[in-house]
């Protein structure tokens, strides 16, 4: 799957196969473009009680993220296709690392996201806050 050629591994785990497994560990080993598929990251699907589905997103090098604007997009669109489920637009909530993720995918297949997470920021000992 790609978004705006950034290009990521999806597993969907919502049934437990990779339980116990050390998701870094298999994240480092297909995203290596010299001895595997290769990646910029690997999303991995996994069931949540707060929401459709919770993602987990590991960038190349194995260290997790709590969010990545195109692979969210890209998410969406391959949990639509796998859930086919009716109607316009198709409107998913993931849980993440920062909160909830909504997301709507319309029928063109482009992905709209809002991440309402709060955040700080401090930059020369200013702090911002939303």
Not at 20 to 36: E, M, Q
Not at 40 to 68: H, N, T
Not at 76 to 83: G, I, L, N, T
Request: with cysteine.
């Amino acid at each position: 799957m790609q978004g705006s050629g950034n290009d990521f591994i999806l597993i969907d785990n919502r049934r437990g196969v990779l339980k116990g497994k050390k998701l870094r560990d298999i994240a480092t080993a297909v995203c290596d473009r010299h001895y595997s598929v290769g990646a910029d990251g690997l999303i991995v699907i996994v069931p949540s009680k707060k929401a459709d589905f919770k993602w987990r997103f590991f960038k190349a090098a194995g260290s997790e993220a709590g969010m990545c604007g195109h692979g969210v997009r890209g998410a969406a669109r391959v949990s639509a296709a796998v859930e086919r489920i009716a109607g316009s637009p198709l409107r998913f909530a993931f849980s993440a690392l920062p909160g909830p993720v909504r997301t709507r995918v319309l029928h063109s297949l482009s992905t709209e996201v809002s991440a309402a997470a709060a955040f700080a920021l401090t930059l020369n000992a200013v702090a911002f806050a939303r």
